[in-house]
């Protein structure tokens, strides 16, 4: 069983910045490509950052690009989300989750397994 468990939202003002971190359990934490995504009130799930396994590639929503960043640490089985210049709009419920299946379909939820269980990011204008 994979457990994910994100910390590090909170409430920050217009332009500022916060670090959300999703710690994983397992012995195969490397061997997966990592997602973040986020879902506001009365909105879908939207896709927002992923990285591949070994931390090579990365992807971004065109929303965030520029503004975030995602890393890994496969020593330590965690996956980073770094949110600068942050907006009104960036506030969401922000949930990571492992992906099947190497990079196809990263951007798409239904390619995740597992999922933690949020974490809110509110920023105030």
């Known amino acids: 069983q994979v457990q994910l468990v994100e910390s590090g939202g909170g409430l920050v003002q217009a332009g500022g910045s916060l670090r959300l971190s999703c710690a994983a359990s397992?012995?195969?934490?490397?061997?997966?490509?990592m997602g973040w995504f986020r879902q506001a009130p009365g909105k879908e799930r939207e896709f927002v950052a992923a990285?591949?396994?070994?931390?090579?590639?990365?992807y971004y929503a065109d929303s965030v690009k520029g503004r975030f960043t995602i890393s890994r640490d496969n020593g330590e089985n965690t996956v980073y989300l770094q949110m600068s210049s942050l907006r009104p709009e960036d506030t969401a419920v922000y949930y990571c989750?492992?992906?099947?299946?190497?990079?196809?379909?990263?951007?798409?939820?239904?390619?995740?397994?597992?999922w933690g269980q949020g974490t809110q990011v509110t920023v105030s204008s």
């Open positions: 397992g012995r195969t934490f490397s061997g997966y490509a």
């Open positions: 989750a492992r992906k099947l299946g190497g990079t196809l379909g990263i951007m798409t939820p239904r390619w995740y397994d597992y």
């Open positions: 990285i591949s396994s070994t931390g090579d590639s990365t």
